[in-house]
């Protein structure tokens, strides 16, 4: 057989530069995002921050779009369901323009909260875990497996027992154990609960939008095959037992070199930093209108006068037109993540419009399947979203995932969230005689008159979690 050349043509998927940048600045919370974009205008001079004559800019000076902006507006009065997908512009002036439309409905504007002076707060990896847990669908078996799973995740984000610890102290087989650490491990931050490195790393690769292109395949096969190799850089043996070609191979280990090693490193870090909304929810009328803070973020234009140097063919203006396309990957990045968040809120609010009109009594149990299907996205993306971002609204300022909860059935068929089984438990406290507290079963005997049947040690959780005291410390003569 004749050795030989031959061209083919075809088409595949790559991981870009731009999309592995969206993924990151998706999940960074505001205030690190505003370092991330304070460390890009220090870095390239392509980009510039203030508004300059003659820039191109990211965001266009132009009116105000009224019909865009009615088109976010949620209709409380509207008898048939709103649609999933809410119209977003692609100007940022017109997602941030906050307008001085007076305000009919209540409460008024002037209402709102001071958001400045609010701290933010930091969370354990363990209860991080444990609200995903809640809001996943597991049986009362799969949710105590669930529950001695967590407890064994050390701060790094990973597994420190075996399944055959675990099903040991759970006392069942290992074969009911794996299944529920495989939910688990699909829980964000990414490559959580797993039990060596690379069973991390693998994790991560397979939640990326696109786990089947070709680099993050061979990216899975190098960490699951061959990581003892790319620990020792050993990349031309690397690349013989798997078959691949060099630039291929480049291509993987970065992509591998960007993942995190320690995702459980990414929750419950203190912050004494404040907390910055990202999305304004206020009353236009009747209506409620959803849009991005424009305080949150600067003001990112490109500027034209060293983009009107990029044409020329020597190394500088190389170098120029290199930060040229670096610049406009970051715009469009930032855009896109404000795009989603703007997305993701405004479905929230189109849920619990009956929480924004009549308070947490009226919150609807919603789980982050049900905001993933209403936005066609991965559960885990929305995971991602909704942590450390926050809205400010006329009821207060809230975290997104404030508003996902697990539900409890009523008599009627229905169900109830637990942050309203929560406000009507402090609503009772509120009303009670102080010389004769009402315990948890006389609470509990209160919401089955009201059609919500739960037992009194669920009643104890829920008072513990609204942070109220047991009857025999509210007793007040």
């Excluded at 993924?23 to 510039?48: A, F, G, H, K, Y």
């Excluded at 800019?57 to 019909?67: F, G, I, K, L, Q």
């Excluded at 290992?174 to 991390?200: N, Y």
């Excluded at 037992?241 to 419950?268: H, M």
């Amino acid at each position: 057989m004749k050795p030989g050349l031959e061209l083919k043509l075809g088409q595949h998927l790559t991981m870009t530069p731009q999309l592995q940048q969206a993924i990151r600045l998706l999940q960074l919370s505001t205030l690190d995002l505003r370092q991330e974009v304070q460390s890009m205008l220090e870095s390239n001079p392509l980009l510039d921050e203030d508004v300059e004559e003659g820039s191109e800019s990211a965001e266009a000076p132009e009116p105000r779009n009224e019909t865009a902006a009615e088109e976010r507006q949620l209709d409380l009065d509207a008898d048939d369901a709103l649609p999933n997908d809410l119209p977003v512009d692609s100007q940022w002036d017109d997602i941030y323009d906050l307008g001085n439309t007076p305000s009919a409905g209540p409460p008024a504007d002037d209402d709102l909260p001071d958001f400045e002076a609010r701290n933010s707060r930091s969370q354990s990896l363990q209860d991080y875990l444990r609200w995903q847990a809640d809001l996943s669908h597991f049986s009362v078996a799969e949710r105590n497996i669930a529950e001695v799973i967590i407890d064994a995740v050390d701060d790094s984000g990973y597994l420190v027992a075996s399944i055959e610890e675990l099903a040991a102290t759970l006392e069942l087989p290992p074969a009911e154990v794996l299944p529920v650490l495989r939910r688990i491990q699909d829980f964000d931050p990414p490559g959580v609960a797993a039990r060596d490195l690379g069973e991390c790393l693998s994790l991560q690769l397979r939640q990326l939008p696109e786990p089947e292109q070709p680099v993050v395949r061979l990216a899975r096969r190098i960490v699951e095959e061959q990581l003892g190799l790319l620990g020792k850089h050993d990349y031309g043996r690397l690349g013989q037992l798997l078959g691949a070609d060099p630039e291929s191979l480049r291509q993987a280990v970065a992509l591998i070199a960007s993942l995190n090693p320690k995702p459980g490193n990414t929750v419950g870090e203190e912050s004494a930093e404040y907390v910055i909304p990202d999305v304004i929810v206020r009353w236009s009328g009747r209506r409620l209108r959803v849009e991005l803070n424009p305080e949150a973020m600067p003001r990112l234009r490109i500027n034209r006068h060293y983009a009107e140097m990029a044409g020329a063919r020597d190394a500088a203006h190389r170098y120029i037109q290199d930060q040229l396309s670096e610049a406009r990957w970051f715009i469009k990045s930032l855009q896109s993540r404000q795009e989603t968040v703007l997305k993701v809120a405004s479905a929230i609010v189109e849920r619990q419009q009956d929480f924004f009109r009549h308070g947490p009594e009226s919150m609807r149990p919603m789980v982050l399947r049900d905001i993933a299907e209403a936005v066609e996205m991965h559960e885990s993306t929305v995971s991602r979203v909704t942590n450390q971002k926050y809205m400010i609204t006329p009821r207060g300022l809230f975290e997104f995932k404030y508003f996902f909860s697990s539900h409890v059935n009523t008599d009627s068929g229905g169900a109830a969230s637990a942050t309203a089984i929560r406000a009507l438990i402090a609503k009772f406290v509120q009303a009670e005689d102080p010389q004769h507290p009402l315990s948890d079963a006389d609470i509990a005997k209160i919401l089955a008159e009201q059609g919500v049947q739960i037992a009194r040690r669920t009643v104890a959780k829920y008072r513990e979690g609204a942070n109220i005291p047991p009857a025999s410390q509210r007793r007040r003569l």
